[in-house]
């Protein structure tokens, strides 16, 4: 039910908003003002059985239209005035009066219908009208307009006409009544009752009026959403029309009667603008939260950064939940709507803390990007847990997933309880080919041999060029480049970065011509965000147009990088995989070095992600993908094009059972469920009952349900009440599940943070820093000792007694870098732990990323990674202290030291760092140009920023501004939101 406030706003929205006119051919609702009815309910209840609804030709969020407005009934109007008091102007009978104020909205509404049957306006109308004035010059006599029908006799007007004098038109007197009654409640009815009980009726069909647009969600011309809507798409987004199937899924009994759907398609065919556009109906037309779940960091704030404007021109928040970023519980706003834009881990966080605070029902939508993510590990077993805890507590909440093509689909709609909607588009069609030898084969899985030849490669290379470049990389590449843009999929890093150094080496001295200037600009860039360090291999491709991307990359190059991509700078570049897992970078043709990824063959859904980067739309009339086969290959390849969709199964199970673990530990934290009755009846809702016969085929689900349960009592997670009837949580197994900490990891985690509260080093962050170094990062590093014990000996007195404590000896350290034998056993995951904390405390210091990449040998990507898990880690193991009362000595030292790991700069660059986007480098060149708080960049020029900022275009310093304009607003709001708090009269105030 929708406040007062609620139906105020909607009121302002109209007055203030452009006058255009809507259509006037749909149906109208209550709240739309009437002009042109066969009849009129004589009482307000039997408008109730009156359907309520708006046409998709109306905008409710346009001009507000009123009879005022109407020209032609005022015209019509006008005329009957003229033919009463001038007959001889048009010498028509009476009956053709009546007939022009039959069908108008005066014959209706000046009836003697009780006056609670008439709007406010048309009661103040009929009032002054029809009650007996008194004359100055004559006795009292009745007005010209009869109670009920108007008839006319001429002869009589004639005779007992007037004396001349000025007469207000009933157009104008009309006018005057509205526009008196719209700017002052008081002089609307007889008495105050009576306008107290208009307003009532009124107020009450608006609310009518606005729970059914709630139901049907039809508040415009644009698939129910005003028409700002699709000029803000054309306007930020360049998309002036939807595609077919983008309005045939819009248009779905599924998504009009908010059944849960599944819909898939190829990539690049526009799937996330549907969903886009169902997240606007439900924050603008259902007044209800949304809920956006993305697989990566990168594309949580990439859509941050691009819905901020939406947000801003349409009234909403956009909130990030990524990394180390998000509130638990959120902000509860009365007057806005949110949008949480979170990745796979922080999603669950979310949904968790809405469930504690029973406030799960405000989230109306959750779309799930990436649905097959579900089969995707441990990832795949927290959205199952998600999705489940959704499906079982809240009913209203409706579910959306897009994904690619799967091969068992069915399972994922009976576990979401979904129609699925399935479409082949692509709005560039894509040719797929293979290549061995000097021979091009076009795909073809209807084929015997799946593949049909096409035409041989013609280029001539040097018997050089041939021993280096074996595959015809060289040839396949410059069909297409500089001109059109090409991917080369590699399977490891170190081979893009070798690649992309081996092709500009044979490229015509020509590519050097070609945007010769950007590339200069694009070079200084990248040296300015390593802080005057530039990649070697960069520095010897750029020139050429050409780049690798991987995740060696910081994150400050990755985006130079694709921004560079994507304006044309940069032709070519060499990638791994993970550059086809959601970034927008598509290409004229994708080559595909090998069908490997690492040591492993790619998977079909692998293979179609990289290959459907193909084809830029707009731009290409197609794309094509071409697969580098060798001899032994081409079995497999075989199977691999012609083979159907991979199949998406439960992983709960995966690594153990952790998953079940911590879906049954946090049901019973919730108290979803506190018996093992009502454990086993919420499994029956998960994906992996629905695959029991295929995940489980040797125990049954109620089994491995029983046995997690046991082992989470033998970890002391949870225990039994005293009647043994219900399950209750430990303050560990709370601490554990509030924190999101691996269960594998909550004894350890707990063990480590009791033993530092013996010894806390305070007088530096080492201490803390090694307490929120991520255990799963320890086994991807193995030191180099003799830098470990150069950075040993460095520590100071403290910090290594501090080490000593934790069980890392610098004896230890010298005999393993002198390559002396050690006898006493240690532990290598403290070890290690403690070599990835002093990289992490190097970076603290000096925040200079590449200097501490080279300083400890190791990738500049692996730093960053390491950096932002650490962050996020903090965060967690925050979380898990404030559980425990033990640990408060770290709730206020652990806040700012993850708000120092999270964005590790200079202290007067983190407000810029806030914004969705801005890296680094970015922050550093707004500081220096003036742009110095979030205040500046909100109320920045985007003509001027772009003009300011070197290698920034408008559209970037758009999307800073309404990023940085969402986040001011979004602090305002919570302030807003606790002033309101602190000011509310107490419900339970003590009263005699």
Not at 119 to 133: G, I, K, M, R, Y
Not at 560 to 574: D, I, K, N, Q, R
Not at 773 to 782: A, E, I, S
Request: aromatic letters at 6%; proline letters at 3%.
């Amino acid at each position: 039910m929708y406040t007062d406030n609620h139906i105020h706003e909607i009121v302002v929205k109209r007055n203030t908003s452009s006058s255009r006119k809507r259509s006037r051919d749909g149906v109208r609702s209550h709240i739309t003002p009437a002009k042109k009815r066969s009849s009129v309910t004589s009482d307000m209840t039997e408008s109730k059985n009156t359907e309520l609804c708006c046409s998709d030709n109306e905008d409710l969020f346009e001009g507000y239209d009123s009879i005022v407005g109407d020209s032609s009934f005022l015209a019509k109007l006008e005329d009957v005035e003229l033919q009463m008091r001038h007959p001889h102007i048009d010498q028509e009978t009476p009956q053709f009066c009546e007939h022009q104020l039959t069908d108008s909205i005066l014959a209706e509404d000046l009836t003697d219908s009780p006056l609670r049957a008439l709007p406010s306006s048309q009661l103040a109308f009929q009032q002054e009208v029809s009650t007996p004035q008194k004359s100055t010059n004559m006795g009292t006599h009745n007005t010209s307009t009869p109670e009920h029908r108007l008839t006319v006799n001429h002869a009589d007007i004639g005779a007992n006409k007037p004396p001349p004098r000025t007469r207000r038109s009933m157009k104008d007197h009309l006018k005057k009544v509205l526009i008196d009654n719209a700017a002052t409640s008081s002089t609307v009815s007889k008495t105050v009752q009576q306008k107290e009980a208009v307003m009532t009726e009124e107020m009450s069909a608006a609310m009518k009026a606005i729970e059914t647009i709630s139901t049907e969600g039809d508040l415009g011309p644009f698939f129910g959403l005003p028409s700002k809507v699709k000029d803000l798409i054309l306007r930020l987004k360049g998309i002036q029309d939807l595609y077919e199937w983008q309005k045939t899924c819009l248009s779905l009994d599924s998504v009009q009667q908010r059944r849960n759907l599944i819909y898939s398609l190829p990539t690049s065919g526009g799937k996330t603008l549907v969903a886009e556009i169902l997240i606007f109906k439900e924050l603008l037309c259902r007044r209800k939260d949304a809920l956006l779940i993305l697989p990566y960091v990168s594309l949580v704030q990439e859509k941050v950064r691009g819905l901020s404007s939406f947000g801003i021109e349409l009234d909403f928040m956009v909130e990030e939940y990524a990394g180390s970023k998000g509130r638990f519980p959120p902000v509860k706003r009365r007057n806005k709507n949110s949008l949480y834009i979170t990745t796979i881990e922080k999603g669950h966080s979310l949904v968790n803390s809405l469930i504690e605070t029973d406030r799960l029902d405000n989230i109306g939508l959750v779309v799930v990007d990436e649905l097959h993510m579900l089969g995707d590990g441990s990832r795949g077993a927290i959205l199952e847990m998600t999705l489940s805890k959704i499906l079982y507590m809240s009913k209203s909440t409706h579910i959306i997933g897009m994904s690619a093509t799967l091969g068992n689909v069915g399972d994922l709609q009976t576990f979401l309880k979904a129609e699925n909607y399935t479409n082949d588009f692509r709005p560039v069609e894509l040719k797929e080919y293979v290549k061995i030898k000097d021979s091009i084969y076009e795909v073809d899985p209807r084929e015997e041999e799946c593949f049909r030849f096409s035409r041989l490669l013609n280029f001539k290379y040097s018997s050089g060029m041939q021993k280096m470049d074996p595959d015809h990389i060289i040839a396949l590449a410059t069909e297409v480049i500089p001109q059109q843009s090409c991917l080369i999929f590699c399977a490891t890093k170190k081979n893009c970065e070798n690649l992309a150094g081996m092709i500009c080496k044979y490229l015509n001295k020509e590519f050097l011509k070609h945007k010769k200037a950007e590339k200069a600009t694009l070079l200084g860039e990248l040296k300015n965000s390593g802080n005057g360090s530039l990649c070697p291999v960069l520095q010897k491709t750029v020139p050429y147009g050409l780049a690798y991307h991987h995740s060696g990359l910081t994150s400050d190059e990755r985006k130079l990088v694709e921004e560079a991509y994507s304006s044309g700078v940069l032709c070519l570049l060499t990638c791994t995989s993970t550059l086809a897992d959601g970034i927008n970078l598509p290409a004229r043709r994708v080559i595909l070095r090998s069908p490997y990824v690492a040591a492993d063959f790619i998977k079909r859904s692998q293979y179609k992600q990289m290959v459907g980067r193909a084809g830029r739309a707009g731009i290409d009339a197609m794309g094509e993908s071409i697969l580098i086969l060798q001899d032994k290959d081409i079995p497999m390849a075989k199977n691999l094009v012609s083979a159907p969709m991979e199949k998406c199964y439960s992983n709960l199970l995966h690594d153990g059972g952790r998953g079940l673990l911590s879906l049954i530990l946090s049901l019973i934290g919730l108290k979803i469920s506190t018996t093992v009755e009502q454990v086993r009846d919420f499994m029956k809702g998960t994906l992996i009952s629905v695959q029991e016969a295929q995940v489980t085929p040797e125990k049954s689900l109620l089994d491995l349900t029983v046995e997690s349960i046991e082992t989470l009592k033998q970890k002391s997670l949870i225990e039994a009440s005293a009647d043994e009837n219900t399950l209750q949580i430990t303050r560990l197994g709370r601490a554990t599940f509030k924190g999101a900490v691996e269960l594998s990891y909550c004894d350890l985690l707990y063990r480590d943070l009791s033993k530092g509260l013996e010894g806390l080093l305070l007088n530096s962050f080492l201490h803390l820093v090694y307490l929120v170094t991520p255990y799963d990062l320890v086994h991807q590093c193995k030191p180099d000792w003799m830098i470990y014990f150069r950075q040993f000996t460095n520590l100071s007195a403290a910090e290594q007694k501090m080490a000593t404590a934790v069980g890392v000896a610098e004896s230890f350290v010298a005999r393993k870098a002198a390559g002396q034998s050690v006898r006493k056993s240690v532990d290598t995951v403290v070890v290690n732990r403690l070599y990835l904390a002093l990289v992490l405390y190097s970076l603290l210091k000096e925040t200079n990323l590449w200097n501490v990449s080279d300083r400890f040998q190791l990738t500049r990507g692996f730093v960053q990674t390491l950096l932002s898990s650490a962050s996020a880690f903090g965060s967690s193991v925050m979380h898990f202290t404030e559980e425990l009362e033990e640990f408060w000595p770290y709730k206020a030292l652990l806040f700012e030291l993850t708000r120092r790991l999270t964005y590790c700069v200079q202290a007067e660059l983190i407000p810029l760092m806030e914004v969705a986007g801005v890296m680094e480098h970015r922050a550093k060149q707004l500081y220096n140009a003036g742009y110095k708080t979030l205040s500046h960049l909100a109320n920045a020029d985007p003509q001027i920023l772009a003009q300011t900022i070197e290698n920034l275009f408008k559209r970037q310093a758009n999307q800073i501004i309404a990023s940085a304009k969402m986040l001011i607003k979004e602090k305002a709001e919570a302030l807003q939101e606790e002033v309101d708090d602190l000011l509310m009269f107490p419900s339970d105030l003590p009263s005699l």
